[in-house]
Protein backbone atom coordinates (compact mmCIF):
# COMPACT_ATOMS: atom_id res chain seq x y z
CA UNK A 1 0.00 0.00 0.00
CA UNK A 2 2.95 2.34 1.22
CA UNK A 3 4.47 2.23 -2.63
CA UNK A 4 1.11 2.44 -4.36
CA UNK A 5 0.09 6.00 -2.13
CA UNK A 6 4.04 7.30 -2.12
CA UNK A 7 6.26 5.85 -5.14
CA UNK A 8 3.73 6.18 -7.83
CA UNK A 9 1.40 9.39 -6.46
CA UNK A 10 4.27 11.42 -5.80
CA UNK A 11 6.45 13.70 -7.50
CA UNK A 12 9.88 13.98 -5.74
CA UNK A 13 13.79 14.91 -6.13
CA UNK A 14 16.25 11.87 -5.80
CA UNK A 15 19.15 13.44 -4.96
CA UNK A 16 22.60 11.18 -5.54
CA UNK A 17 25.27 12.24 -2.85
CA UNK A 18 28.09 11.05 -4.56
CA UNK A 19 27.65 12.62 -8.12
CA UNK A 20 25.76 15.65 -6.52
CA UNK A 21 23.37 15.55 -8.64
CA UNK A 22 19.31 15.92 -8.39
CA UNK A 23 16.80 13.98 -10.53
CA UNK A 24 13.52 14.91 -10.60
CA UNK A 25 10.49 11.63 -11.06
CA UNK A 26 7.30 13.07 -11.57
CA UNK A 27 4.05 11.01 -10.66
CA UNK A 28 3.84 7.92 -12.45
CA UNK A 29 -0.17 8.28 -11.73
CA UNK A 30 -1.84 11.09 -14.12
CA UNK A 31 -4.63 13.28 -13.83
CA UNK A 32 -6.98 13.55 -17.10
CA UNK A 33 -6.59 17.15 -17.03
CA UNK A 34 -2.62 16.57 -17.43
CA UNK A 35 -3.02 13.77 -20.10
CA UNK A 36 -4.71 16.64 -21.78
CA UNK A 37 -2.14 19.13 -21.78
CA UNK A 38 -0.51 19.70 -25.14
CA UNK A 39 2.79 19.36 -23.65
CA UNK A 40 1.77 15.97 -22.13
CA UNK A 41 0.23 14.91 -25.23
CA UNK A 42 0.45 10.83 -24.96
CA UNK A 43 -1.75 9.84 -28.44
CA UNK A 44 -2.46 12.44 -30.57
CA UNK A 45 -3.82 11.88 -34.02
CA UNK A 46 -2.00 12.67 -36.72
CA UNK A 47 -5.14 12.23 -38.86
CA UNK A 48 -8.07 14.38 -39.21
CA UNK A 49 -10.87 12.78 -37.93
CA UNK A 50 -14.14 12.33 -40.44
CA UNK A 51 -16.32 14.94 -38.63
CA UNK A 52 -13.07 17.40 -39.15
CA UNK A 53 -13.04 16.43 -42.91
CA UNK A 54 -16.73 16.80 -43.54
CA UNK A 55 -16.53 20.08 -41.28
CA UNK A 56 -13.58 21.58 -43.68
CA UNK A 57 -15.72 20.18 -47.14
CA UNK A 58 -18.18 22.71 -45.98
CA UNK A 59 -16.18 25.56 -45.15
CA UNK A 60 -14.73 24.79 -47.77
CA UNK A 61 -17.81 24.62 -49.95
CA UNK A 62 -19.22 27.68 -48.43
CA UNK A 63 -16.45 29.75 -49.02
CA UNK A 64 -16.58 29.24 -52.52
CA UNK A 65 -20.53 29.93 -52.73
CA UNK A 66 -19.08 33.11 -50.86
CA UNK A 67 -16.80 33.87 -53.35
CA UNK A 68 -19.16 33.68 -56.12
CA UNK A 69 -21.38 36.38 -54.41
CA UNK A 70 -18.52 38.68 -54.54
CA UNK A 71 -18.45 41.81 -57.84
CA UNK A 72 -15.77 40.42 -60.30
CA UNK A 73 -13.31 43.11 -59.52
CA UNK A 74 -13.72 42.07 -55.89
CA UNK A 75 -13.42 38.51 -57.02
CA UNK A 76 -10.25 38.74 -58.87
CA UNK A 77 -8.61 40.78 -56.42
CA UNK A 78 -8.89 38.12 -53.70
CA UNK A 79 -7.77 35.49 -56.58
CA UNK A 80 -4.76 37.54 -57.06
CA UNK A 81 -3.97 37.98 -53.47
CA UNK A 82 -4.86 35.22 -52.19
CA UNK A 83 -4.91 32.04 -54.70
CA UNK A 84 -1.75 33.31 -56.82
CA UNK A 85 0.21 34.61 -54.06
CA UNK A 86 1.03 38.29 -55.83
CA UNK A 87 1.27 40.74 -53.22
CA UNK A 88 -0.79 44.01 -53.04
CA UNK A 89 2.54 45.96 -54.09
CA UNK A 90 3.26 43.85 -56.99
CA UNK A 91 -0.91 44.13 -58.15
CA UNK A 92 -0.31 47.51 -57.57
CA UNK A 93 2.48 47.99 -60.24
CA UNK A 94 0.91 45.40 -62.68
CA UNK A 95 -2.82 46.72 -62.23
CA UNK A 96 -1.75 50.66 -61.98
CA UNK A 97 -4.00 51.04 -58.74
CA UNK A 98 -2.08 52.19 -55.57
CA UNK A 99 -1.42 49.27 -52.78
CA UNK A 100 -3.64 51.68 -50.60
CA UNK A 101 -6.59 51.57 -52.52
CA UNK A 102 -6.34 47.81 -53.17
CA UNK A 103 -6.03 47.24 -49.50
CA UNK A 104 -8.87 49.00 -49.05
CA UNK A 105 -10.82 46.84 -51.51
CA UNK A 106 -9.31 43.47 -49.94
CA UNK A 107 -10.54 44.47 -46.51
CA UNK A 108 -13.76 45.14 -47.77
CA UNK A 109 -13.98 42.08 -50.04
CA UNK A 110 -12.63 40.09 -46.58
CA UNK A 111 -15.81 42.10 -44.95
CA UNK A 112 -18.48 40.86 -46.80
CA UNK A 113 -17.25 37.05 -46.94
CA UNK A 114 -17.35 37.22 -43.69
CA UNK A 115 -20.93 38.44 -43.36
CA UNK A 116 -21.93 35.96 -45.78
CA UNK A 117 -20.14 33.01 -44.26
CA UNK A 118 -20.98 34.01 -40.44
CA UNK A 119 -25.06 34.29 -41.78
CA UNK A 120 -25.02 30.63 -43.51
Known sequence: ????EVDLKQER???DQEAGTAVF???REDSYDRLQDEEYIQFAMDELT???IV???????????ALRQLEP????LIQS????????????KQTGIPQQTINDRRRRAIDRLKVFLKNN
Open 81 to 92: LYFRGMSERKLS
Open 50 to 52: PEA
Open 1 to 4: MEYM
Open 13 to 15: FVQ
Open 25 to 27: LPS
Open 73 to 76: EEYD
Open 55 to 65: VRREEIRLLWI
